[in-house]
């Protein structure tokens, strides 16, 4: 059974910091231990879900315009943990973040975890 577990939310006052670990297990990441992409998306209350930020299987990272320059996304690939490191937090930073994994080869497999809640208030 694939799982994907994050850990590490909270509450914070505006211009803390937070890191979301995301812990995989399972049998898939066995059988492919490489060729995974890690993301991390949110949901506010009242909103769609969003891209926070991505790291490719080959490293490569990407953010949401919105969190540049204050959230920082790495993983352990020898440990399938991956993490948001989420610095300067603001207000608008609230919401259940989501751990997310994607692998396109040999076939398509995606995964989610439960979510962990990040409140961001004074």
């Given at each position: 059974?694939?799982?994907?577990?994050?850990?590490?939310?909270?509450?914070?006052?505006?211009?803390?910091?937070?890191?979301l670990?995301?812990a995989?297990s399972?049998?898939?990441?066995?059988?492919?231990?490489?060729?995974?992409?890690?993301?991390?998306?949110?949901?506010?209350?009242?909103?769609?879900?969003?891209?926070?930020?991505?790291?490719?299987?080959?490293?490569?990272?990407?953010?949401?315009?919105?969190?540049?320059?204050?959230?920082?996304?790495?993983?352990?690939?020898?440990?399938?943990?991956?993490?948001?490191?989420?610095?300067?937090?603001k207000?608008?930073?609230?919401?259940?973040?989501?751990?997310?994994?994607?692998?396109?080869?040999?076939?398509?497999?995606?995964?989610?975890?439960?979510?962990?809640?990040?409140?961001?208030?004074?």
């Amino acid at each position: 059974q694939v799982q994907l577990v994050e850990s590490g939310g909270g509450s914070v006052q505006p211009g803390g910091s937070l890191r979301l670990s995301c812990a995989a297990s399972g049998s898939i990441f066995r059988i492919y231990p490489m060729g995974w992409s890690w993301s991390w998306y949110r949901r506010a209350q009242g909103k769609e879900r969003e891209l926070v930020a991505a790291i490719s299987s080959g490293g490569s990272t990407n953010y949401a315009d919105s969190v540049k320059g204050r959230f920082t996304i790495s993983r352990d690939n020898a440990k399938n943990l991956v993490y948001l490191q989420m610095n300067s937090l603001k207000p608008e930073d609230t919401a259940v973040y989501y751990c997310n994994a994607v692998i396109g080869t040999p076939r398509r497999y995606e995964y989610w975890g439960q979510g962990t809640q990040v409140t961001v208030s004074s």
